[in-house]
T-cell receptor
Framework: DAGVIQSPRHEVTEMGQEVTLRCKPI?????LFWYRQTMMRGLELLIY????????DSGMPEDRFSAKMPNASFSTLKIQPSEPRDSAVYFC?????????????FGSGTRLTVV | DQQVKQNSPSLSVQEGRISILNCDYT??????FLWYKKYPAEGPTFLIS?????DKNEDGRFTVFLNKSAKHLSLHIVPSQPGDSAVYFC?????????????FGSGTQLTVLP
């Protein structure tokens, strides 16, 4: 099992550009989560999917953020246009309802820097 | 409003001594509490959990204590080792439906000094 795979590992972009972050969850996991880590707020949930359907996007900061999950093995988080305050580490995680107390499996994250 | 709080951003402990990391929560409907450990440039990894119906869970050097009346949990690491140096996140899980996702605290950086 390769775990949750995120790409790219690092992204540096100029303000105003579109940024797309990618995630491949663990096969068989039916929940997928996007989190953002910042110094000020720690790990905050942006959006999560169940069986490819967005369930709760109340954590998405603005309309500039959007997320899709076209199939069970792929999800994207898009920021358009990007701003310097979007600079953070973005994590994708997956899980199953039956995982119980075991929590989530996280990817290694994408470090985004908007200059 | 932060439902899960870790009030200590950092903690330093001597190797071999006990590390105690604390976490407070406000929502009495959480049914599971978890601790994650995060090394630099890696994603958080699951460490240990406890059900809301228990008050203690132990796994090797790691023990989590839950005080439901105080809405407080703590992670004890005994003895602490330099490899334990990492950021520790406390997390809580809702009971059902859309609340089943994990809510994380802001993390505590643990440094174990050799």
């Amino acid at each position: 099992d390769a775990g949750v795979i995120q790409s790219p590992r690092h992204e540096v972009t100029e303000m105003g550009q579109e940024v797309t972050l990618r995630c491949k969850p663990i096969s068989g996991h039916d929940y997928l989560f996007w989190y953002r880590q910042t110094m000020m707020r720690g790990l905050e949930l942006l959006i999560y999917f169940n069986n490819n359907v967005p369930i709760d996007d109340s954590g998405m900061p603005e309309d500039r953020f959007s997320a899709k999950m076209p199939n069970a093995s792929f999800s994207t988080l898009k920021i358009q246009p990007s701003e310097p305050r979007d600079s953070a580490v973005y994590f994708c995680a997956s899980s199953t309802r039956d995982r119980g107390s075991g929590g989530y499996t996280f990817g290694s994250g994408t470090r985004l820097t908007v200059v | 409003d932060q439902q899960v709080k870790q009030n200590s951003p950092s903690l330093s402990v001597q190797e071999g001594r006990i590390s105690i990391l604390n976490c407070d929560y406000t929502n009495s409907m959480f049914d599971y509490f978890l601790w994650y450990k995060k090394y630099p440039a890696e994603g958080p990894t699951f460490l240990i959990s406890i059900s809301s119906i228990k008050d203690k869970n132990e796994d090797g050097r790691f023990t989590v204590f839950l005080n439901k009346s105080a809405k407080h949990l703590s992670l004890h690491i005994v003895p602490s080792q330099p490899g334990d140096s990492a950021v520790y996140f406390c997390a809580a899980r809702g009971l059902s439906g859309s609340a089943r996702q994990l809510t994380f605290g802001s993390g505590t950086q643990l440094t174990v000094l050799p």
